[in-house]
């Protein structure tokens, strides 16, 4: 079992900065890797970035060069820092866990999300 709790989350006007942060908890030493989704109003959700437990990343190409996904193993924590910010990244943004289960299954985690919105 993994527990995720997010924090960060506000209103920044455009151009702006935020970070996000994703503590996780439980069965930490099951996680495969790490990453952050988020689902605007009538949209579905969307995969932003994924970090692995090796440090491999990955960006949704809307984010490439504005958003970075870092880790603190120590504090089991995962940060996404959001530069540049533009009103369509307005979203919940959640973060996720995915422990793998058995050859092509997976479990995954979610937190409850914090609301981002950039205003114009």
């Known amino acids: 079992q993994v527990q995720l709790v997010e924090s960060g989350g506000g209103l920044v006007q455009a151009g702006g900065s935020l970070r996000l942060s994703c503590a996780a908890s439980g069965s930490i030493f099951s996680i495969n890797y790490m990453g952050w989704y988020r689902q605007a109003p009538g949209k579905q959700r969307e995969l932003v970035t994924t970090?692995?437990?090796?440090?491999?990343?990955n960006y949704a190409d809307f984010v490439k060069g504005r958003f970075t996904i870092s880790r603190d193993n120590a504090k089991n924590t995962v940060y996404l820092q959001m530069n540049s910010l533009k009103p369509e990244d307005t979203a919940v943004y959640y973060c996720?866990?995915?422990?793998?289960?058995?050859?092509?299954?997976?479990?995954?985690?979610w937190g409850q999300g914090t609301q981002v919105t950039v205003s114009s």
């Open positions: 970090i692995t437990r090796g440090g491999s990343t």
């Open positions: 996720n866990a995915a422990v793998p289960l058995w050859a092509g299954e997976r479990r995954d985690y």
